[in-house]
């Protein structure tokens, strides 16, 4: 395997394979030789139907599940060195507040387990909380909040050891509507207040379309990247969404979805496509 | 706070209902004995097997014994005291063994592929049986100065029913966070030691306070038990053995004693509400039953 290592990008992954319950019946090539580079501050979506991948590939970035061949480098290291070393925050489709914390400890629980004294963290978290515009409900408990504003909390807490990378695996997805697009536009203002470079995945292709640089289209059976589209939609507004470059971006994901959704409906065969 | 006089008032409403519950027994009692001087039971009625409720409180002042200065209610009182003090040392020993086995064999599924068998299976062997063998042993042992005395033996037996609803409620409760939880823990590279500590034990919090009531309970009916299967004097078990055999001439007096096990029981479970209350008070109000 090459081994792709450029100092300058967030994120070099190239052709890496992974496949779930190997030599077994039910074997399922998870990712198949997959590549993709993500420089510094870049915003990318993972796109796909289910099956595709997307979120293992999100996994295997932060080391929350091996990968079977090629290499990554998060930040020039190894998804175990980068993790270990806290160089990305994660945030979930559920927020995964923990009840018996306030909205402020659970802030802080990973600056606890980086080892922050307790008044730098408290400084912290009322840093965070007020980027959420949460800075009232610090001593709720997260069970008096609503959807919203726990995903909020969960961005905030990703947030709190200040890591360069994020990844986020379809944290909206449980949002009505109008509290997701009111989400997606407070996550760019968060990225503009930081310049982090973002991984998400999702399932909407608007929501891809209206938050990312580039859209990364992935396909099942074998999961792998069948597309990338970049989106030079420049500064989102409130008029974006209606643009018709907004469409046109929205039309070409849904084109390139479309085009590898041959095998949608068979569940013959996982191996025979290899 | 609102919520707060809520949970007075509410606790206020559920003492009521408990008197009520009590009072209803009281009834029962006395009625069925009415209904047994008019048509044949099949069961005996009569004043000798079942008193009258106020035979068993005037019971409370006569002497312990003959001539002796003390009455029942006394005698009685200090030997639930005595029990409970057992009561109370199988229970933290079940507690803490119960704990630390569940604590095992999350973290190790060798542990509890090859315990948790062995946990269930020494529920079933009969307390009668094990009893004499624990007495045995126990009596055998010595470290140094210190002799193994039959109050512990009592304890241990306590203990021993103790541990099991606690060691399989808490790994229950250890292995209750979403995988969600987890994987953030595993990104915040926490050690394992931390995430017991920060996630698995708070998270089991709400399967752990049913786990103890279960315990608490269990950890009094061993002591009466352990001390009527040992022969330990003092306590509350042996006193109701010592009244049972004076059935004939003062029938009343042995209610004294089931009555004093009772308050045992009843001590034990406020105190386990106490700390169900300290425990959950962060917690949103659902939980388990």
């Known amino acids: 395997m090459t081994t792709t290592f450029d100092t300058g990008s967030a994120l070099a992954i190239s052709n890496v394979s992974k496949v779930f319950n190997k030599g077994n019946e039910n074997e399922v090539i998870a990712l198949s030789d997959v590549n993709l580079n993500v420089h510094t501050g870049e915003f990318i979506s993972l796109i796909g139907p289910s099956g595709c991948g997307k979120s293992t590939l999100l996994r295997v970035i932060g080391d929350l599940t091996g990968f079977d061949s090629g290499s990554v480098q998060v930040s020039g290291k190894s998804p175990e060195d980068a993790r270990k070393e806290r160089l990305y925050g994660i945030a979930f489709q559920q927020a995964a507040l923990f009840d018996w914390r306030t909205v402020s400890k659970n802030i802080e629980l990973p600056l606890e387990l980086a080892g922050w004294d307790k008044s730098q963290r408290e400084v912290r978290s009322a840093e965070l909380l007020e980027m959420v515009q949460l800075s009232e409900f610090g001593n709720h408990r997260p069970w008096e909040l609503s959807g919203g504003m726990q995903q909020r909390v969960a961005i905030a807490r990703s947030l709190a050891v200040d890591p360069p990378l994020l990844l986020m695996d379809e944290p909206f997805g449980a949002l009505d509507e109008m509290t997701r697009e009111r989400m997606q536009n407070e996550l760019l203002r968060i990225r503009l207040d930081t310049g982090k470079t973002i991984v998400f995945v999702t399932h909407s292709i608007p929501e891809a379309v209206y938050l990312s640089d580039r859209v990364v289209v992935m396909s099942p059976r074998p999961g792998r990247i069948t597309a990338e589209i970049n989106v030079d939609l420049g500064e989102r507004t409130e008029t974006t969404r209606e643009s018709d470059h907004f469409f046109h971006c929205v039309t070409s994901v849904r084109e390139a979805l479309r085009l590898h959704d041959t095998s949608g409906t068979s569940t013959s065969s996982f191996r025979g496509e290899v | ?289």
């Open chain 2, 1 to 289: 706070m609102a919520s707060t006089r809520d949970r007075i008032s509410n606790g206020f409403v559920s003492f009521l209902w408990a008197l009520a519950g009590i009072a209803i027994i009281g009834l029962m009692w006395e009625l069925t004995k009415l209904i047994g001087t008019i048509i044949d039971l099949p069961f005996n009625t009569s004043n000798q097997a079942m008193p009258h409720i106020w035979t068993m409180f005037s019971a409370f002042s006569l002497p312990e014994v003959r001539g002796s200065d003390t009455t029942v209610f006394q005698a009685v009182l200090a030997a639930s005291t005595y029990s409970l003090t057992l009561a109370l040392g199988g229970f933290v020993i079940g507690v803490s063994v119960g704990l630390l086995l569940a604590i095992i064999m999350q973290r190790f599924l060798f542990f509890e592929r090859g315990l948790l068998p062995f946990v269930i299976a020494s529920q079933t062997v009969p307390l009668i049986a094990l009893a004499p063998l624990i007495v045995g042993i126990g009596n055998q042992i010595s470290f140094g100065p210190i002799q193994w005395s039959t109050t512990y033996s009592v304890m241990f037996i306590a203990a021993y029913l103790a541990f099991f609803p606690l060691s399989v409620g808490a790994l229950r409760g250890l292995q209750a966070p979403s995988s969600t939880s987890l994987e953030l823990m595993r990104s915040y590279a926490a050690t394992n030691n931390k995430v017991l500590w920060k996630l698995r034990f708070p998270a089991s919090i709400p399967y752990l306070v049913p786990a103890l009531k279960v315990s608490a309970a269990a950890a009094v009916v061993g002591t009466v038990v352990a001390e009527i299967s040992t022969g330990v004097r003092g306590g509350i078990g042996r006193l109701m053995v010592e009244y049972a055999r004076e059935t004939t001439s003062q029938p009343a007096k042995v209610y004294v004693a089931v009555f004093g096990a009772i308050l045992l029981g009843l001590v034990v479970a406020a105190a386990i509400t106490a700390v169900d209350v300290l425990l959950t008070r962060n917690l949103p109000k659902k939980g388990l039953a």
